[in-house]
């Protein structure tokens, strides 16, 4: 057996985590000695706590992986390979970002503008059509928003309509906050005569994100000045309707949002 500062320099961990661990229950010492309090371990703990340390480089926190340790071999595999997709979404994220950055990096040695950001979006004034629509509005964060989306097609099956091929949300508060947000979600059905409600058709500026979600705020963000450098102010709801993404089974950079700002003339821009 190892005592425990021979076997925190064979797993090269302190001595601080070994009790830590102990005291969560995730890797307990085999013995403690009653009169001295010394823990000790053994050879089958060293490769349990070699597997500990690498499902933390896997991504795992301690929370989840102290269940893994003790779990069957299909749950256990099928939960590596849950953290695979995750680690596969997250570096397609980062391959994303390292795309952003360089354009950054080439802009600054072109301009030395730090603020010149190149976002490369293409704004134009149009209607967004009329739409017959089944839908769900109220408080709710944007990680939730398959749970609702599911909801509605559900509600759109039992009533025998048919998908319109349009999903959407609206942003319905003045501010906009990740966890909790006044959003309506639509999805638009053919059967005019039997939708829930019609949106109405309205002048908007538009244009096309395309890639992940976390950078709409950059498309959101030439919006608003394309429309103050034209002399427009917001008149409604901005909307998005999201025409390619997950459910085509392409990656997030493929993914294309189109994104509607409601508008009218200023008032002092249109005398």
């Known amino acids: 057996m190892y005592q425990i500062g021979e076997f925190s320099k064979i797993c090269q961990v302190s001595v601080k985590t070994l009790r830590y661990y ?16 010394y823990r000790y371990y053994d050879r089958a703990q060293l490769e349990k706590m070699l597997l500990i340390q690498k499902l933390k480089r896997y991504g795992f926190s301690l929370e989840e ?3 893994l340790l003790s779990c069957g071999h299909d749950a256990f595999y099928q939960e590596l390979r849950r953290q695979r997709d995750k680690l596969k ?8 970002v390292l795309r952003e950055l360089t354009l950054h990096l080439g802009s600054l040695e072109r301009t030395d503008d730090k603020m010149n950001i190149p976002n490369g979006y293409e704004i134009k004034l149009t209607e967004r ?14 990680d939730e928003f398959g749970k609702y989306f599911s909801t509605l097609y559900e509600r759109i099956s039992k009533e025998g309509l048919t998908p319109g091929g ?18 309506e979600l639509f999805v638009s059905v053919r059967e005019r005569d039997r939708a829930e ?6 002048q ?45 089974n392409c ?13 009218r003339k200023r008032e002092s821009a249109a005398r």
């Open 65 to 67: 992986i102290q269940p």
């Open 129 to 142: 059509p009329s739409m017959a629509v089944f839908s769900c509005r109220q408080r709710m964060g944007v």
């Open 22 to 37: 102990d005291k969560i229950g995730v890797l307990r010492p085999l013995e403690v000695d009653r009169f001295t309090g």
């Open 197 to 202: 409600k019609v949106m109405d058709a309205c």
């Open 251 to 263: 990656k997030p950079q493929d993914w294309e949002t189109e994104i509607y700002f409601p508008v």
């Open 166 to 183: 349009v999903v959407g949300a609206m942003y319905h508060d003045e501010e906009f906050h990740h966890e909790s947000s006044d959003i």
């Open 89 to 96: 979404d997250r570096l397609t994220e980062l391959e994303a």
């Open 204 to 248: 908007c500026a538009m244009t096309v994100h395309k890639g992940g979600y976390s950078t709409l705020n950059e498309a959101y963000a030439a919006l608003v000045s394309w429309i103050d450098e034209n002399g427009y102010q917001w008149d409604g709801a901005p909307c998005d309707i999201y025409t390619r993404g997950a459910w085509h």
